[in-house]
């Protein structure tokens, strides 16, 4: 079963936590034993697990990206977003997390989290769960 | 259904689209609807998804990885080839991407890249695609 | 099925290979072809696929993790350890891995390595394999 989650992101980077959104696609699936793919559809947005209380650990990973790969430097293309190309195959664009008893396999802190780096924009993730 | 691709790189680190051979597999498969998994069998090599268009986005990441992980620095592997590792690692060796109707649902401007960081060599990608 | 590993780290950071228990789990599910998912239930911790034979790889990530991103600098989460959150992200939290005649895939170098970026701690692996 294939779900497209609607996200529109308000900031030029911005790391949204998604959990409750893939968490009612697994409800609706009525799979109570299998696998949920996460998938973004985007070359300057990932995806990626990352602790879903303090809002400091978001803010500390877009710096430390921010840093490691700054809005100025050695880049070609013309967009002028390759930092948010960068940083989108860093984080990655998929993920694969565990269903059990209808229920993502997910730890205490962990939190589905989406990773725009060249918005505000529309954007997609598509969640397919595997039975 | 598990296929083999077999890609020979030219340069000593390159980005490669390889949709073209990974789209193919899933056409011969007949799967319609399911997931496909992508998975580098090297530790030195890798595989991400990011833009098919402007050739210089795959510049900008290579540069930009060289940069944070130069050829020369605090290694000790005697082979020399760290970086390589550290870079394959960062890029990550397994995708999932799903299937619909038939093909991959990728974004428009995605493309499947193999991720080159110790070549020139010869190299597999395999393909293993779930109904 | 799903099976959870434990493993017990005794350093603040660490690369272990857990491709012995990995394997163990798939023999023991009897499934002759298909796909294995390696997951991380943490956000201080990731899992990545790279050499198993010179442990000065290993090292070497370690120490490349560490320059990028160093112990102390902007972090303003109270807790202390946003380089391993960040870390995890970069490394990841799943792995897919073909499985064929009973094993999986791996290429001859690649073992499956836990990631400890904040430790020591008991941590988990959930190892869940589709046929």
Same mark, same amino acid.
């Given at each position: 079963?294939?779900?497209?989650?609607?996200?529109?992101?308000? @900031?030029?980077t911005a790391l949204l936590d998604v959990t409750t959104q893939v968490e009612r696609a697994v409800r609706l699936s009525g799979v109570a034993s299998g696998v949920?793919? &996460?998938? &973004?559809?985007?070359?300057? @947005? *990932?995806?990626?697990?990352?602790e879903n @209380? !303090?809002?400091?650990v978001k803010? !500390?990973?877009l710096v430390t990206l921010d840093r490691l790969v700054p809005p100025h430097g050695d880049y070609a293309h013309a967009e002028g977003n390759s930092p948010a190309h960068v940083k989108a195959s860093l984080m990655g664009s998929s993920l694969v997390i565990p269903i059990e008893d209808g229920r993502l396999v997910l730890g205490?802190?962990? *939190?589905?989290?989406f990773?725009?780096?060249?918005g505000p924009r529309q954007r997609s993730l598509i969640v397919n769960i595997v039975s």
């Open positions: 079963m294939i779900t497209t989650i609607r996200i529109s992101t308000s @900031a030029h949920c793919h &996460v998938f &973004v559809p985007h070359t300057t @947005a *990932g995806v990626t697990l990352n @209380a !303090d809002p400091d803010r !500390d990973i205490t802190w962990q *939190g589905i989290t990773c725009e780096f060249d």
